[in-house]
């Protein structure tokens, strides 16, 4: 894939205009379609200083980009990534207002590397990676990732993707189907959702995010009981994660982090999906074992009653963040 480039934006540089039980989406995102999570803790572990140079990895509606900005001040630097284009045009107007410098990329966070380098940039003093899908992509409508209405079948984050959803359900036979849906959403009876996609896409093809719903929710037993989340939810979830290949691109971003780090440079990275996490834990903790970082999460930071309750999309959260040395031991973790 190609990297879709953004101008910069200096301060003063007259910076141009940007061009639930539903997955738990019922929240209060201020204005901007999403609200950031554990927005404090983020600042604390990452600690951004005036003139230091930061990378977001996913800068999404510029919650998190923006509060790192204003840190960072205008003799500092944020080079911001995001694979949806319309977020990452968003993100860019909110950051503009912070007074801070950035670049912008049209990037999957897997591709970071090439960002910095077409920035100038050979390494950085923070990178934050929040792998959340943002609340404004599961709500309006144009993704396909929500089972509430009758959508297209898409579910590309990033438009340069070729293979929709429909697309995978097409081509995958019935184990690939079964397998998918168990190893990314621990869905078990993933093998009688896949017999069900391939009996009905016989008779017609599922293009339709309802479609895909009601198959799903008539395959499950006793999916009708209330109080239960919609059994539709974690096949939704790993039909996402297997279009835009999002293991994958975790994998790419944490073999690019330890080469593109400066000493004493920061990393904090918030995952939503118990194997987004175990790769995060078994990668941290590989890096302290070499000397190369220092924990500064022993345990996984996840949002306090407080944050939960107001954002609840924000519940499985689990940020994880470290430190990288040189010339010395990792150092034991910080409570």
């Not at 144009?142 to 070729?162: A, C, Q, V, W």
């Not at 896409?201 to 989340?229: D, H, N």
């Not at 944050?307 to 010395?328: D, T």
């Amino acid at each position: 894939m190609s990297l879709h480039f953004f101008e910069a934006m200096a301060a003063g540089a007259g910076a141009p205009a940007a061009g639930g039980k539903r997955y738990w989406c019922v929240v209060q995102a201020a204005d901007h379609g999403h609200e950031p999570v554990l927005l404090e803790r983020v600042l604390d572990v990452l600690a951004p200083r005036a003139g230091e140079v930061f990378v977001d990895c996913t800068a999404g509606r510029g919650g998190h980009a923006a509060a790192l900005a204003a840190k960072l001040g205008p003799g500092g630097m944020l080079v911001g990534l995001d694979v949806d284009p319309k977020n990452l045009a968003y993100a860019r107007q909110r950051v503009a207002e912070t007074g801070g410098q950035a670049r912008w990329f049209h990037a999957n966070f897997a591709e970071v590397a090439d960002a910095l380098a077409e920035a100038g940039v050979e390494r950085v003093d923070g990178l934050l990676a929040d792998l959340g899908v943002s609340t404004n992509q599961l709500l309006e409508g144009t993704h396909g990732l929500s089972f509430n209405g009758d959508e297209p079948l898409d579910m590309r984050l990033d438009p340069r993707i070729k293979e929709t959803a429909a697309d995978l359900l097409r081509t995958r036979d019935e184990k690939q189907i079964a397998d998918m849906i168990y190893q990314y959403a621990d869905e078990r009876f993933s093998f009688r959702i896949a017999r069900k996609i391939v009996q009905t896409r016989t008779v017609e093809p599922i293009r339709t995010t309802g479609q895909l719903a009601r198959i799903v929710r008539s395959a499950v037993p006793g999916s009708k009981k209330p109080g239960q989340i919609d059994p539709a939810t974690r096949t939704f979830q790993a039909m996402r994660i297997a279009v835009n290949q999002e293991f994958e691109s975790l994998e790419g971003l944490l073999e690019a982090i330890p080469n593109i780090m400066k000493p004493g440079g920061r990393v904090a990275i918030i995952s939503f999906h118990s194997g987004e996490d175990r790769l995060v834990k078994v990668a941290t903790r590989q890096w302290a074992a070499d000397g190369t970082c220092e924990l500064l999460t022993r345990k996984p930071v996840e949002p306090d009653e407080a944050e939960a309750n107001r954002n609840p999309r924000s519940r499985s959260a689990k940020l994880r963040a470290v430190r990288f040395v040189a010339g010395r031991e990792a150092s034991a973790p910080h409570e």
